[in-house]
C-alpha cells in the first residue's frame, strides 16, 4: 500500500499529487481548485496549512488543510477515501508520538486557546462515520 503521509517541516502532510491521484482527479484540476481554496481561508491558515516545495508544482498539505481541501470532493465514494486519509494522518501522528517527538500544543491566542470553530468538521465527519477524537487530534497537531 502507498504511504499517502510524511513529515515535511517537522508537520505531518500529505500532497495534492496523492490527493489527485486517489479522488480521480488531475493535479492541474486540483492546483487550481487550491488557489482559490487559499484565498477563501486567509492568509494565516494557508500558511500553516498548505505549503510549496521549491520549483515544483506540488504543493504540502496538513491535516487540516486535508480537512477543508476535501471538502470540495461529495460523494459516498469521495468519503471513504477522506476516511482512509484521516485514519493515515491519525496513525501517523500516532507514531510520531510513539517515538517520543511531541507536537506543539495547540496557538494561544491573548491567554485563551484559538477559538477556529471545529463543531461544524466534528459533525460533518462524524455524519460520514469519523470519530470525534479523529478529527480533534488532525485539527490540533495542524495548528
Not at 500553516?48 to 465514494?77: D, I, M, P, Y
Amino acid at each position: 500500500m502507498e504511504k499517502i503521509i510524511s513529515t515535511q517541516n517537522n508537520k505531518m502532510v500529505t500532497n495534492t499529487q496523492i490527493i489527485a491521484k486517489h479522488f480521480g482527479r488531475s493535479h492541474n484540476e486540483l492546483i487550481h481548485a487550491l488557489r482559490f481554496l487559499k484565498q477563501d481561508c486567509g492568509t494565516a491558515f494557508s500558511k500553516k496549512n498548505f505549503f510549496v516545495q521549491e520549483h515544483n508544482s506540488l504543493q504540502w498539505v496538513t491535516c487540516a488543510g486535508f480537512l477543508v481541501l476535501s471538502g470540495l470532493f461529495t460523494g459516498a465514494r469521495d468519503a471513504r477515501i477522506k476516511i482512509t486519509f484521516i485514519d493515515a494522518f491519525a496513525k501517523a501522528q500516532e507514531e510520531k508520538n510513539r517515538h517520543g517527538k511531541r507536537t506543539p500544543s495547540p496557538i494561544i491566542h491573548n491567554g485563551s486557546q484559538s477559538s477556529r470553530p471545529l463543531w461544524g468538521k466534528m459533525a460533518h465527519y462524524h455524519n460520514i462515520g469519523v470519530s470525534t477524537q479523529k478529527v480533534l487530534s488532525c485539527s490540533i497537531t495542524a495548528r
